[in-house]
C-alpha cells in the first residue's frame, strides 16, 4: 500500500499549482479527478482536445499518477464517448484505475448495471480497472447493493470511502463484507454528524481498515480526499494526514 494525495485538496488551484503544493507536503502519488465543474481538466477536454489533455495530465512535477476519478456531466452516448477518451488518456499515461460515481436512489437497477457493464468494458479494451465511489446518497451506500452490483458486473470494483459509512442519517453502517471488492480508498476523518472534521477528532480508525486490506492482499493506493475546511490550515492538515497513515504501513 503507498499514500496519495487527491487534487480535489486543493480546488480553487490550477492543477500545476495544485501539484505543486502536493510535491511540498512530500507526496509522490496523486489522484487527479476530471469534473465538468472544477478549476482542473475535465472529461469534454480529454474527448475534445486529446492532445492538450494529456499535455496537462503529465504536468505532474514527478508526481505518480494513481487512479482518475471521473464525474462526467453528458448523458447518452456523449458520456461513454466521454469516458472511452479517459480510458485511452489513462493507457497512454499508464494510471491503472477509474473511479466513477454509482447512480442515485431511485435508478433502475438493471439500468445501473447495463450502464456500469458498458464502462468496464470500455475500460478493459484500455487494460484499466472501473471502481465505483461508495458515497451516501448513491446505490454504492449500501453494502448489500454494492455486493449485487459488482456481482453482476464482472470485473468491477469499489472506490471504498469509510467516512460515507460513518456519516449517514441512519447511523453508521459497516462496510467489512465489502472489502473484498475494493480497487482503492479515499481517506478523511469524520464524526457521525460531519463528512470532514480535522484530524483526530473524527472516527475513522486507519490502523483497522489498513489491517483488514492487507490481510485481503490489497496493495494500492490510500488517498487523502479531503476539500480545505474553512478556518483550517489545509497544508498542517494534510501534512498531518500524511504522516499518521504512513505511521500505520
Known amino acids: ?22 510535491v ?8 487527479m479527478t476530471l469534473d465538468e465543474q472544477g478549476k482542473h481538466l475535465s472529461p469534454s477536454q480529454v474527448a475534445n482536445d486529446f492532445e492538450t489533455a494529456v499535455a496537462i495530465a503529465r504536468d505532474t512535477q514527478r508526481l505518480s499518477l494513481t487512479n482518475i ?3 462526467i456531466s ?22 491503472p484505475s477509474i473511479t466513477v460515481p454509482s447512480a442515485q436512489f431511485g435508478t433502475p437497477f438493471n439500468e445501473e448495471v447495463e450502464h456500469l457493464r458498458e464502462l468496464v468494458a470500455l475500460a478493459a479494451i484500455e487494460g484499466v480497472t472501473v471502481s465505483m465511489h461508495t458515497h451516501v446518497g448513491c446505490m454504492a451506500q449500501d453494502p448489500a447493493t454494492i455486493q449485487v452490483l459488482c456481482d453482476n458486473v464482472q470485473g468491477l470494483g469499489i472506490t471504498l470511502d469509510p467516512s460515507h459509512f460513518i456519516c449517514r442519517e441512519e447511523g453508521p453502517a459497516s462496510y467489512d463484507k465489502v472489502l473484498k471488492y475494493v480497487k482503492h480508498v479515499y481517506l478523511r476523518d469524520t464524526s457521525k454528524t460531519e463528512m470532514q472534521v480535522r484530524i483526530g477528532q473524527g472516527e475513522v480508525d486507519y490502523g483497522r481498515l489498513i489491517t483488514m486490506l492487507g490481510k485481503l492482499g490489497y496493495n494500492r493506493g490510500l488517498t487523502v480526499h479531503m476539500p480545505p475546511l474553512e478556518d483550517t490550515d489545509q497544508m498542517a492538515e494534510m501534512r498531518k494526514m500524511r504522516l ?6
Open 1 to 22: 500500500m503507498f499514500v496519495a494525495a487527491s487534487t480535489e485538496c486543493f480546488p480553487e488551484l490550477s492543477s500545476r499549482e495544485c501539484m505543486g503544493k502536493l
Open 24 to 31: 511540498d507536503l512530500e507526496f509522490n502519488n496523486v489522484d
Open 69 to 71: 476519478r471521473v464525474l
Open 74 to 95: 453528458a448523458t447518452g452516448k456523449e458520456h461513454y464517448r466521454q469516458f472511452d477518451a479517459i480510458c485511452k488518456l489513462c493507457k497512454l499515461i499508464k494510471i
Open 244 to 249: 499518521l497513515i504512513e505511521s500505520l504501513l
